[in-house]
């Protein structure tokens, strides 16, 4: 193997893994083209060749120096079979793919169906990946939620407001979950669990004959619309609510330690075992070990428990 291809999404900690794949790649002896705007690039032959020096100074900066795309027309066997042309025209052995389902499925159908050697880095800010306890990017996406939400406390309390804020995460509460039991906030509405309007309404007017006014609600944009959440509320309590929808401040910013960290590791990973002869796998960690993991299983369905986390933040409300 002399040279591999490197395809991006976007997220918080996407320049740390390209920084990591380039350096990796120089200290083993590979040659790495950047391909840029996702899939979409892969198709229109649009790559650039990077080295050490072109990946300076960016370890600090969010998205994706490459670019990205949604690509529906790597959805279709007319667009696969020009993104191999392009890899073979450019004399690509292997493709590294960092992104979420998405782009991890893309990446398991040009390994299993067209024998391209493949390895995806798990980067998003939904941490969805199945098999893998952390993603790219998540940590990041908490901690800007968790800076908008200790913000919006401080109007919350000082008004004694009601305030439903929605954060992204797609079908995972993952981020709602982690941001409610971190931003001490009263309730979160989650894709995993059920949710009852009426008790929830119920509990805010009890909380307020005990002299408790202010609340932040949480709500996983996969579950429910935080207009609809407030108007409920509303309906139900008399109550004034106030609705802020987070949105892609998420997905973009400095990237924490933890995610410039996970990249490095990550990334050096996939160039090491995609050197080796590896295909078809997805980074993984294992008790803090690099692992690898089949695409075919990281891009099933992931199941999480969220009753623990959920139980938690009722108690210490
Ligand atoms: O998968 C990452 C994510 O930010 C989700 O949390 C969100 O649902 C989705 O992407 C938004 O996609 P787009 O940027 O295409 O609107």
């Given at each position: 193997m002399k040279r591999i291809g490197l395809v991006t999404r976007d997220c918080a900690g996407m320049n740390a893994v390209i920084r990591s794949v380039v350096r990796s790649a120089c200290d083993e002896g590979l040659e790495v083209i950047g391909i840029r705007r996702g899939y979409e690039g892969l198709i229109d032959g649009d790559i650039e060749i990077m080295n050490h020096r072109s990946v300076s100074g960016i370890i600090n900066l969010g998205g994706t120096i490459l670019k990205t795309a949604r690509s529906k027309r790597f959805k279709t066997k007319a667009g696969i079979l020009k993104a191999i042309k392009t890899i073979k025209q450019n004399k690509i052995d292997g493709l590294i793919v960092a992104g979420g389902n998405g782009s991890l499925t893309g990446a398991h159908i040009l390994a299993s169906n067209y024998s391209i050697p493949v390895i995806g880095i798990p980067s998003t800010i939904d941490n969805d990946v199945n098999g893998v306890d952390m993603t790219i990017g998540a940590d990041t996406a908490i901690n800007v939620a968790l800076d908008a939400i200790d913000k919006i406390r401080d109007t919350a309390t000082s008004l004694e407001r009601i305030f439903?804020?929605?954060?992204?995460?797609?079908?995972?509460?993952?981020?709602?979950?982690?941001?409610?039991?971190a931003g001490g906030c009263e309730e979160v509405i989650l894709p995993e669990k059920h949710f009852n309007i009426k008790k929830i309404s119920n509990e805010i007017i009890e909380a307020n004959l005990r002299g408790k006014i202010s609340w932040i609600i949480i709500v996983a944009e996969g579950k429910a619309k935080a207009m609809d959440i407030s108007d409920g509320i509303f309906q139900n309590t008399g109550l004034e609510t106030r609705t802020v929808v987070l949105g892609h401040i998420q997905r973009g910013g400095r990237p924490t330690a933890y995610d410039r960290i996970l990249a490095a590791r990550y990334s050096n990973y996939a160039v090491k075992i995609l050197k080796n002869g590896e295909s078809d796998k997805c980074i993984a960690l294992n008790n803090d070990k690099l692992t690898s993991i089949p695409l075919a299983f990281a891009t099933q369905r992931k199941d999480s428990e969220v009753n623990d986390y959920y139980k938690l933040i009722k108690i210490l409300t």
């Open positions: 439903v804020v929605e954060v992204m995460g797609r079908d995972c509460g993952y981020i709602a979950l982690r941001v409610a039991l």
